[in-house]
């Protein structure tokens, strides 16, 4: 365990330590009506097509089926009593198993599964497996505007295990630190004495807001991952998310930037484009051949993602119609005529349901 991680984890369990002196006065509060167990998700379903590139897909995660195909069952159970609750998070379907792929095998149906105390109004501690707080999408398809996700998101962290406490600095300014497992395992640290510190410094506002997010540790000891996310509400119809990332694992990794600008056309439609430029160095995801995109003789390549969607609804049903093209630096698609090259474009037509 490198030093910066000790100190992190004294830090955050020495919080712990301080605010569990005000346990013998919460289990004095009169006790809470208890409060009914709530149910919520949603399920999604879709159709791609990838004409002249059948066989082919981006590199990134979910929606890369061809054809008609299922997305998942998102199902959350959740239930607070007073100041402590708790979430459950289970996930059924291909792109429930890709989220949880972290999971030991048979148990990959689950997502999240953490529980919490509310200490004050000012402070929140969680322990568990929770979604990472990194990057602007999100595995929930009804929380993302897009229906295909960026390549920022699909190689950064799904989920972590581990501790973090929540601080509410001011009205505007927010907090957490966290001691977690290295990203994705989220049963049994079987990686020696490696953990992961995090940290989030957050602010919102009437004209959007941003966060500051990075993690330290990890597999190696070494790796470090800053990352940028915002929204700001340009007008009543105009809204704008900006996601920007870098990772460094001892010389390799990679970077990203994303534009999300999105108009609202009227109560029951919205457009909105993802703009992104993605770059691998030193193969980071993979050896040549075998990553997300084609890379260079040095295990360096890129990619820019332009996706297109609309978001249609109807009652709690949201179509989303979406036209995406995909172009690298180096040789990386295959068409049916088996030549490779630089280039994908595919449409999409999914279907969300939220309850």
Not at 115 to 142: C, H, Q, R
Not at 147 to 170: C, E, V
């Amino acid at each position: 365990m490198n030093t910066f991680t000790k100190l992190l984890f004294r830090g955050v369990f020495a919080t712990i330590f301080t605010l569990s002196l005000s346990v013998s006065a919460f289990a004095q509060e009169e006790e809470e009506e208890d409060a009914p167990l709530s149910i919520s998700g949603s399920i999604d379903t879709y159709v791609r097509t990838a004409p002249g590139y059948e066989g082919a897909a981006p590199g990134t995660s979910f929606a890369n089926g061809n054809g008609f195909s299922m997305g998942m069952l998102d199902l959350i159970i959740s239930k607070e009593v007073g100041k402590v609750g708790f979430v459950g998070n289970v996930v059924f379907g291909p792109r429930g198993q890709e989220a949880a792929f972290g999971a030991p095998i048979g148990k990959n149906f689950v997502n999240q599964l953490y529980g919490y105390w509310n200490v004050s109004d000012k402070v929140t501690l969680t322990m568990g497996a929770f979604n990472t707080y990194l990057g602007y999408e999100v595995i929930s398809p009804t929380a993302n505007f897009n229906y295909t996700t960026s390549y920022m998101f699909s190689w950064g962290p799904f989920n972590q295990a581990g501790l973090k406490a929540d601080f509410a600095l001011s009205d505007n300014f927010s907090l957490m630190l966290a001691v977690m497992n290295p990203t994705d395992v989220l049963e049994t640290n079987d990686f020696g004495n490696h953990l992961t510190a995090g940290l989030q410094l957050g602010y919102s506002g009437d004209f959007g807001s941003i966060y500051l997010n990075s993690r330290y540790g990890d597999y190696s000891g070494k790796l470090f991952q800053g990352d940028i996310t915002a929204g700001f509400d340009i007008s009543d119809a105009f809204f704008l998310g900006v996601n920007a990332t870098v990772l460094d694992d001892d010389g390799a990794g990679f970077s990203g930037v994303a534009l999300y600008p999105q108009i609202g056309v009227s109560d029951n439609f919205s457009i909105g484009v993802r703009g992104e430029y993605f770059a691998v160095k030193g193969a980071y995801l993979g050896g040549i051949g075998a990553g997300p995109i084609g890379y260079d003789t040095n295990g360096d390549g890129s990619v820019i993602d332009l996706t297109l969607s609309g978001n249609i609804s109807v009652g709690k049903l949201t179509f989303i119609p979406e036209v995406r093209i995909d172009a690298t630096s180096e040789d990386t698609y295959v068409n049916k005529d088996g030549e490779a090259g630089k280039s994908l474009p595919s449409l999409l037509f999914a279907a969300i349901y939220s309850f």
